[in-house]
């Protein structure tokens, strides 16, 4: 079946340390994004990707980084700089063009706490 | 930039309808989006509005008035597993088609 796969499910960080959410998916979709949800709030964008070898920012972009060196791979990498990266990180694709509505589909997000 | 605003919590009973508000101003447009989110998961898709009026899907319909801003998602038949967060969310019209969150309407639908 076609969908989006994120790992780890959980995932616990010490204070300093660099981790990388996994982010793939084989729906064919040529955008990718990444949002962070907070407890009661919505869902605010960190990065998104259009095509491969290309990312732009979003509106949370400090403290993170990405890459898209493949078309079904967009991981997310929290780095040290992030000084409150404890949230659920949901990553999420897209069909781009016409044709549909091209809404998002989300993986089962990944639920990092720093400790 | 992207600016949406819908209730914090709504409660409603098994069976009944309800209407859950959306409004938004926007710098640019290019659809609304609703979708649902039960408690630790994943949002999942509901509906699509880009034109001004109403689009059913079952139980669920969702209206857009672009002049106004404004949307709202109706759920009729409740049922208890409807009880999760609603989110709102709009597209921009760049090449880029982000989409912007609102905070989430939580449902508790009892019995």
């Known amino acids: 079946d076609g969908g989006i796969t994120q790992s780890p499910k959980y995932l616990f960080r010490k204070e300093g340390q660099n981790v990388t959410l996994s982010c793939e998916q084989n729906l064919n979709h040529d955008a990718m994004y990444w949002y962070r949800q907070d407890p009661g709030q919505g869902l605010r964008l960190i990065y998104y990707s259009q095509i491969v070898n290309d990312f732009q920012k979003g509106d949370i972009a400090e403290g993170y980084s990405v890459s898209r060196e493949k078309k079904e791979s967009f991981p997310l990498t929290v780095t040290s700089a992030q000084k409150n990266p404890t949230a659920f990180y949901l990553c999420?694709?897209?069909?781009?063009?016409?044709?549909?509505?091209?809404?998002?589909?989300f993986g089962e997000g990944s639920r990092l706490t720093v400790l | 930039g992207q600016n949406i605003d819908q209730p914090t919590e709504m409660t409603a009973t098994e069976g009944a309808i309800v209407q859950i508000n959306c409004t938004y101003q926007?710098?640019?447009?290019?659809?609304l989006f609703w979708y649902q989110q039960h408690a630790g998961e994943a949002p999942t898709f509901l509906s699509y509005n880009v034109l001004d009026g109403l689009e059913e899907k079952g139980r669920f319909s969702s209206f857009l008035s672009r002049s106004k801003g404004y949307s709202y998602l109706l759920l009729k038949e409740l049922q208890m597993k409807d009880s999760a967060s609603y989110l709102c969310a709009v597209r921009d019209n760049t090449n880029a088609g982000k989409s912007t969150f609102g905070d989430g309407t939580t449902l508790t639908v009892k019995p």
């Open positions: 926007t710098s640019g447009f290019n659809g």
């Open positions: 999420a694709s897209s069909r781009t063009g016409t044709g549909g509505s091209g809404e998002l589909f």
